[in-house]
């Protein structure tokens, strides 16, 4: 029998559930995840509903006292909501003032204006990118699908030529970079440094982006030689407006959240004094929270203004914006949930035992953890929620650069072969007018191209830093 020690357990969570047996805990874990799969893929139930069904029977396995179950998942919950809920409650305001005020198109139509010909996959990798930063993967999608489109009608490229760096673009930020869902919650179960996290993520996802976008874009139109479907495009925002914002202020706008934390990663390396008043400024102005909300202010007057939007129009619009995200935050809330029963009822404790005998990189583990539950659920999030939990016992030890890198094992094992279970797979068939094996063949395989390449570069970043 183990018992997780009270240092063991996060600093929030209720008093400890008496922890199994290795044996029982292993079988209650399987039995939890093979509950919420089953759940999300055969009874088609929403992942919220599933991860908290998944998070009960784990405990009633487990032999942990129901009512401790639940108090470990509402805790877990709770504490989620509150370390992410407003930071991606902050992305997707600003997501929204971004596409409402035609401030993407303007960026779209502006690095499409100066490419041509060779460049223009590779204006559409950087195009995503950039858009993808505040952006939901969805809703990235959505707001790329009419430039890809026309782009590929116009020019008389393949659609996967132009669609699969667009693409890239979009997944690596969903999965690598903060303040996406995913590195977020996985950032806050670790304990992991945001400002190095993302300066992580940005390094390694400059060349997993570049080999799974505009090189892999020549091989997959190889594969499969369409072209753009004969249909209505989507109308795009900015045909409605008389008047959008500049190029150089939505860049600025886009861009004020990454700058302002990666400069609190830097002072907070350089000075190394809490004490300092460069530091603790620097630590106020760089935290997510103030970073993300600067920008969505410095957004009414960079975007709204531009385009037209009285204040009269701004309520609305962070109501519409908010709307779409319940459903997220409750997946991650949830998530947390199963995080912290994964913690209380000793499975932590248990990975931490066995794995002391394992000669396999924790960051491997993490990674093929992640892997696992993908393929599984269909979804990067509750892959990256639920690896997250499984493993942040090993984070313990580490420095802070090796648990920023845990976070991208999670992430790039998150995104490994999107099929038929994943909402996305069906966004992108549909969009592109392709049947199942040619998403397999273009969608699917760009996926695990990124995962795997990021994977790689986390393995070989960890052993010289």
């Avoid at 487990?62 to 470990?72: F, M, N, Q, R």
């Avoid at 139509?109 to 993967?137: E, Q």
């Avoid at 592109?432 to 070989?460: D, H, R």
Wanted: charged content about 10%; hydrophobic content about 55%.
């Amino acid at each position: 029998m183990t018992r997780l020690s009270v240092e063991m357990l996060a600093a929030d969570a209720p008093e400890p559930i008496t922890s199994a047996g290795h044996a029982q805990l292993g079988i209650a874990v399987l039995a939890g995840i093979a509950v919420i799969v089953l759940l999300i893929t055969k009874f088609k139930l929403h992942a919220f509903l599933a991860l908290t069904l998944g998070s009960l029977a784990l405990g009633a396995i487990a032999g942990a006292p129901l009512d401790k179950v639940i108090t470990s998942f509402t805790t877990g919950l709770g504490t989620t909501v509150a370390g992410v809920g407003v930071l991606i409650a902050l992305g997707a305001i600003l997501g929204k003032m971004l596409a409402d005020s035609g401030g993407a198109d303007q960026i779209v139509d502006t690095i499409l204006a100066k490419a041509g010909g060779r460049a223009m996959p590779w204006a559409m990798v950087l195009i995503a990118s950039v858009i993808g930063l505040p952006l939901f993967f969805e809703v990235g999608v959505v707001l790329l699908i009419p430039v890809v489109l026309m782009v590929a009608k116009r020019g008389n490229y393949s659609l996967m030529r132009i669609g699969i760096p667009a693409l890239a673009g979009l997944s690596v930020m969903h999965g690598l970079v903060p303040p996406h869902p995913g590195p977020l919650v996985a950032i806050d179960a670790v304990k992991a440094n945001l400002g190095v996290t993302l300066a992580l993520g940005v390094l390694i996802a400059i060349p997993t982006v570049i080999i799974a976008g505009p090189l892999f874009s020549k091989v997959a139109a190889r594969w499969v030689d369409v072209q753009a479907p004969d249909r209505m495009l989507p109308q795009r925002a900015s045909e409605e407006l008389e008047t959008r914002p500049g190029f150089g202020a939505t860049l600025v706008t886009i861009l004020l959240p990454v700058v302002l934390m990666l400069s609190k990663a830097l002072v907070d390396i350089v000075i190394d004094d809490p004490a300092n008043l460069t530091q603790r400024v620097f630590d106020v102005i760089g935290s997510p929270l103030i970073a993300l909300l600067a920008s969505v202010l410095l957004g009414i007057f960079t975007l709204l203004r531009p385009a037209g939007f009285g204040k009269e129009r701004l309520t609305p619009l962070v109501e519409k914006g908010l709307a779409p995200i319940a459903g997220i935050l409750l997946i991650v809330g949830a998530g947390g949930g199963f995080k912290q029963t994964l913690i209380d009822t000793g499975v932590g404790q248990m990975i931490l035992d066995i794995s002391k005998d394992w000669s396999i990189p924790a960051l491997l583990l993490a990674w093929l953890i992640a892997v696992a539950i993908r393929l599984a659920t269909g979804s990067a999030t509750v892959a990256t929620v639920s690896a997250a939990g499984l493993v942040a016992p090993l984070a313990a030890d580490m420095s802070t650069t090796h648990t920023a890198l845990l976070v991208l094992a999670i992430g790039a094992g998150s995104l490994f072969f999107s099929h038929v279970n994943d909402a996305g797979f069906w966004l992108v068939k549909e969009y592109f007018g392709l049947n199942v094996g040619q998403t397999i063949k273009t969608w699917s395989v760009m996926e695990t191209i990124i995962s795997v390449v990021a994977g790689g570069l986390v393995l070989l970043l960890s052993l010289v830093i």
